[in-house]
């Protein structure tokens, strides 16, 4: 069993920047790949980037490739959300996720999930 806690929300005018952070539980860390998603109000949850065991690989949704960073760091048991150049639909609530998933932008197909933590880009 994994429990990941989300931390690093808030509210934050456009074009600034945020870094969320994912502490999970256990000793399993290294061994899952790592997923943050994002679900706007009314919308469905969606993917925004994923990161490999070891980190050396990444993925991103179009829309936040070359704004957003994702990165781990095994020995804290933490995976990151580096966001800059912030935009009103960024707006959100961002979960990490972890599983051993094949296809990194399916949600179905991580175990485990964080409880969230609310990013609001307003002016």
């Known amino acids: 069993q994994v429990q990941l806690v989300e931390s690093g929300g808030g509210l934050l005018q456009p074009g600034t920047s945020l870094t969320l952070s994912c502490v999970a539980s256990?000793?399993?860390?290294?061994?899952?790949?790592m997923g943050w998603f994002r679900q706007a109000p009314g919308e469905e949850r969606k993917f925004v980037a994923a990161?490999?065991?070891?980190?050396?690989?990444?993925s991103y949704t179009a829309s936040v490739k070359g704004r957003f960073t994702i990165s781990r760091d095994n020995a804290k048991n933490t995976v990151y959300l580096q966001m800059n150049i912030l935009k009103p639909e960024d707006t959100a609530v961002y979960y990490c996720?972890?599983?051993?998933?094949?296809?990194?932008?399916?949600?179905?197909?991580?175990?485990?999930w964080g409880q969230g933590t609310q990013v609001t880009v307003s002016s």
């Open positions: 256990g000793r399993t860390f290294s061994s899952y790949i």
């Open positions: 996720a972890a599983g051993d998933a094949r296809i990194w932008s399916d949600y179905d197909q991580y175990d485990y």
């Open positions: 990161i490999n065991r070891s980190g050396t690989t990444t």
